[in-house]
């Protein structure tokens, strides 16, 4: 694809950005790790070296109660300006532009994390948050606009090449916004002129503290996906107020934390929200920047040829892949890692205080743990399983130099995303397979499919060493009547081994049964009733997916029955079980159990027993979840030891 305007330089006040892209905010975590600061920079310039316009750093925090918590980054204190210098250093001498994000959490901080009292516009506490926030005092609101422009200039002197005010996803400018959570009644609060004004105040601080030439980008709440919110008329008068104020470029964000509106998800389709950048573009005069689930650089492209956007905003996709833009300029793009949405070491990690990474790209946040580093002796290398942990370590080997042969009993690489690739809104682990198979190929990997490996396979006496990543079985429980001929294994539903039925019941709750049913829904059945002996379904399923996955479970009219003290029996076409105390039934053309697995490791003990170098990772050393996020990271891990 031609990339006509991707790659044509734009000028932001007196800043000219290389690409239209910028890598958008993330929270990352690294901070506050040991030698946080070096991992961060790390981080960020892998990724300034390839090709991204500008960075925008993680919400750096302007005042101490405002914090995401300790791993998070701030620039309230004159300290920072030092501590900060290395990192806009490092962007600078591999010729990146970095942009700092003014941050200030309002409702959504949390106490127990800053040691502050959790402040807002309004005592409303949020949803999702345990804290009922403190109304700022008029005085208070002030000194926070104040502390939005202090902070700024300490982000020049630090070197960063522009700031990002946060005024989107639900944080405190967004808070005052909206007239769900802004409930004043004085010159903060009330009509929405009142609304608004603590905005433009921290623009206008920011301005000051900065000068004419440096730019200023608001990331403003183009659709908050709250009843009753600021409606799409006042967003547009926002837009062109901030405008007036003499922001340089409007960065859209979509939804708040607490929506009940799934918005980068992977079921959410690509490029869905770019409209609501659109309207906003057509409002005013200012470059206008589109985001959420815009994951593809000839999607990036057709976008800004269409008029649609003048920028693009890529946040995960840079997690996924360094290299992305790089790949795209160099029409190498069957050699992009995509990211798919999945959430699950990303957003998912960071909701558990933990460090932000990658499913598809483990490195990501581990840039100086997990270099490729060539092999000084050259080995013979076999893989059993190409699962997710397989194809990685298979990726890795040959990478440093080994001699690579990676074999599977199925005739496809992928495992068991191939599973996950066929349910409803999953397509995108296509995309995880199409790279894996094109970086074997490329890299020379042997690859054996339909090819069970035994003990006394030749492939076995020639390998110096084997990996073990033969995944898991699917556990069998152990109910009267699971040996009849109209109940299976959920592995036989996604293998199309047999045909759906009208009335189907699925004993498991968890994730495999979750995407089990939507996908038997698609297939046409009629009637399908989840049952499990624990009363929380969707269990494994992460923060940021799960409240989603059990809301499209009701919304298909998918029943689920949980707290089941006992199974009884399986026969007469039903299912029947106790349930507090009273025994009920539930009629099934069809059974499919979905309730655990086990490893399926016998290769490995036999291999381990004649004295083979042999490791093991994935499913087949632990089976406790179908985990491709810990499989794909213990495949990394294992490649760079041998």
């Known amino acids: 694809m031609s990339y006509q305007l991707l790659f044509n330089p734009i000028k932001i006040n007196e800043l000219t950005l290389q690409s239209r892209v910028i890598m958008g905010s993330m929270h990352v975590g690294l901070e506050g790790e040991e030698n946080g600061l070096e991992k961060l920079i790390a981080f960020y310039k892998e990724r300034a070296k390839n090709k991204v316009g500008l960075i925008v750093t993680g919400g750096a925090a302007v005042c101490p109660e405002g914090s995401g918590g300790v791993h998070f980054m701030s620039i309230h204190k004159d300290d920072d300006v030092e501590y900060w210098k290395p990192l806009t250093k490092a962007v600078h001498d591999v010729d990146g532009k970095i942009a700092l994000q003014l941050f200030h959490a309002g409702r959504y901080a949390y106490k127990a994390l ?17 804290d009922v926030p403190v109304a700022l005092t008029a005085e208070q609101v002030e000194a926070t606009v104040t ?12 070197g960063f090449d522009a ?23 004085d010159e903060w609060g009330g009509s929405f002129e009142k609304r608004i004004r603590f905005s433009l105040e921290i623009v206008k601080a920011v ?64 490029n869905r929200f770019v409209p609501v950048a659109t309207a906003i573009k057509e409002a005013v005069s200012i470059p206008v920047i589109a985001s959420n689930r815009i994951n593809n650089p000839e999607d990036a492209e057709k976008i800004l040829q269409s008029g649609a956007a003048d920028m693009i905003s890529m946040a995960r996709p840079f997690l996924a892949d360094p290299a992305i833009l790089t790949k795209a300029y160099e029409q190498r793009l069957e050699d992009i890692n995509t990211c798919i949405a999945c959430n699950q070491a990303c957003l998912d990690h960071v909701f558990e205080l933990k460090t932000a990474s990658c499913l598809v790209n483990p490195e990501a946040g581990r840039e100086l743990e997990l270099q490729i ?6 080995k013979r290398i076999l893989v059993v399983g190409a699962g997710p942990g397989g194809i990685e370590a298979a990726r890795v080997l040959a990478l440093r130099g080994h001699s690579v042969t990676i074999a599977d009993q199925g005739d496809a690489i992928g495992g068991q995303l191939n599973f996950s690739r066929i349910v409803p809104g999953k397509s995108e682990f296509n995309e995880t397979i199409r790279y894996y198979n094109t970086q074997l190929r490329k890299l020379n990997v042997q690859v054996r499919l339909k090819h069970k490996i035994t003990t006394d396979d030749p492939l076995v006496h020639e390998a110096d060493e084997i990996i073990i990543s033969t995944g898991i079985l699917p556990r069998k429980p152990d109910l009267i009547g699971i040996d ?27 994730g495999v049964a979750c995407d089990l049913a939507f996908l038997l829904k698609e297939k046409g059945a009629e009637n399908i009733t989840m049952l499990q002996r624990g009363k929380a379904f969707a269990r494994g399923i992460g923060k940021t997916t799960r409240w989603a996955t059990l809301m499209e479970l009701k919304m298909k009219k998918i029943r689920m029955i949980g707290g089941i003290s006992e199974y009884k029996t399986i026969k007469n076409n039903a299912v029947s079980f106790l349930q507090n105390g009273e025994e009920h039934s539930v009629p099934a053309d069809l059974v499919v159990y979905a309730s655990g697995q086990l490893p399926n490791n016998s290769l490995y003990a036999s291999l381990k027993a004649k004295g083979k170098q042999v490791h093991i990772i994935g499913g087949a050393k632990d089976a406790s979840e179908l985990d491709a996020k810990k499989a794909i990271y213990e495949g990394a891990i294992v490649a760079r030891k041998i």
């Open 114 to 130: 800053t040691g502050y009292d959790v402040v807002a516009p309004s005592a409303i506490q949020s949803p999702i948050n345990p």
């Open 147 to 158: 502390a939005f422009g202090s902070a700024a200039k300490r982000a020049k002197q630090a």
């Open 163 to 185: 700031v990002e005010i946060m005024g989107s996803e639900g944080y405190l400018i967004n808070q005052f916004t909206s007239p769900v959570t802004n409930q004043r009644d």
């Open 207 to 270: 301005r000051e503290n900065v000068g004419p030439t440096f730019p200023i980008i608001f990331r403003m709440s183009g659709l908050d996906l709250i009843e009753s919110s600021t409606s799409d008329e006042e967003t547009k008068r926002w837009a062109k107020e901030l405008e007036k104020m003499s922001v340089d470029l409007l960065n859209i964000g979509i939804g708040w934390h607490e929506s009940k509106v799934p918005t980068i998800s992977m079921k959410v389709p690509r």
């Open 373 to 378: 580093v060539p092999t000084e002796r050259r």
């Open 484 to 510: 009849s001929d109209f109940v299976v294994s959920y592995k036989d539903i996604f293998e199309s081994r047999v045909e759906t039925k009208e009335n189907v019941v699925i004993i498991g709750g968890g």
